[in-house]
């Protein structure tokens, strides 16, 4: 008997005869994303219908066996509540400030040390992107120091130029520059983002532009950035998402208290109280839905107007 014909009458796997190379290939791909789906489904999904039901009850940890179905009453309850009202303002109005700041420094920085001829740029690129690594409380305190009004050496170094000392994070009015001013201390990772979308332009468009005579600026805002709009759009994306988070940094300058005067009373800060200063974890809970809807609405809109801005490679409109 041949060869060929011996292995040909082998049994081949029942499983391999049922299902064709995609389906195979699928399985595969479940196989390997298992671990996040499982990790999803167990810290992200589950948490979340746990809130939903709880966002429906008067829930107490003090006295969870007294816990009693009130339907949409903590929903109604957040439309009247000041502190809701309070702590979004200051989340949009916080929002409005630092996520262009962080953005234009971001995009700043990546046009600076995207230019190979910059002697010692990869060492300029990790100096820039080191800071995200240190722990958020870590740096946090640190830039309480830097920011005392009486002893910080930032008020000493404008105090040089003779601009009069100003009390950061005491006012109600600089509370908010200062935190976005320690928002800039973690531009690096959208830095590093913009450096790998500016590194995908075509070179060839610049030199046709140079050949053409366009100039730095006009190259920069008729080639650069509608090619990079696509990571643009994602850093916005993902500012806003994060802001909307914030809660480190105010909570460790303030305490959890929000000072001065509810000034740096974050959403989530209010949300956190909420839950664990005063207990009411049903009314917390109904506060993270708010949060989820505003950041989908948010989402959604964002995505909505992309469709003006953002060019895709090889898109037809």
């Known amino acids: 008997m041949a060869v060929g014909e011996s292995a040909a009458r082998l049994p081949v796997p029942r499983l391999r005869q049922r299902l064709g190379i995609e389906q195979r290939e699928a399985l595969t791909g479940y196989a390997f994303i298992s671990p996040w789906i499982a990790g999803f489904l167990l810290f992200t ?6 809130a939903l039901a709880l966002s429906m009850t008067d829930f107490d940890m003090r006295r969870p066996e007294e816990v009693h179905f009130v339907g949409l009453a903590n929903f109604q309850r957040l439309l009247s509540d000041p502190n809701v009202a309070q702590s979004l303002g200051v989340t949009v109005r916080f929002a409005l400030l630092t996520v262009p700041l962080n953005l234009a420094v971001a995009l700043g920085l990546a046009v600076l040390l995207n230019q190979d001829r910059l002697r010692g740029v990869t060492i300029f690129r ?52 200062a935190l976005a001013l320690i928002g800039l201390w973690g531009v690096g990772n959208s830095m590093v983002v913009f450096i790998a979308g500016l590194q995908s332009v075509p070179s060839e468009l610049y030199d046709a532009a140079r050949v053409d005579g366009a100039g730095r600026v006009t190259t920069f805002v008729r080639i650069t950035l509608p090619l990079i709009s696509p990571v643009v759009f994602y850093n916005v ?14 909570y460790v300058l303030t305490n959890g208290r929000g000072d001065p005067d509810n000034a740096s009373l974050f959403y989530n800060l209010n949300l956190y109280r909420e839950g664990w200063k005063f207990f009411d974890m049903g009314y917390a809970a109904a506060q993270a839905w708010l949060l989820f809807g505003i950041v989908l609405s948010l989402t959604v809109l964002l995505f909505l107007a992309a469709r003006r801005w953002v060019y895709y490679a090889g898109e037809r409109r």
């Open 126 to 177: 990790t100096l820039f992107y080191l800071p995200i690594q240190i722990p958020l409380v870590a740096s946090t305190l640190v830039w309480a120091g830097v920011l005392n009004a009486q002893t910080g050496w930032l008020n000493r170094l404008t105090g040089i130029v003779g601009l009069p000392a100003i009390d950061w994070i005491e006012s109600t009015t600089w509370i908010l520059p």
């Open 45 to 50: 999904l589950i948490p979340m219908v746990a």
């Open 237 to 250: 994306l993902i500012s806003l998402i994060l802001t909307f988070q914030y809660f480190t940094q105010a």
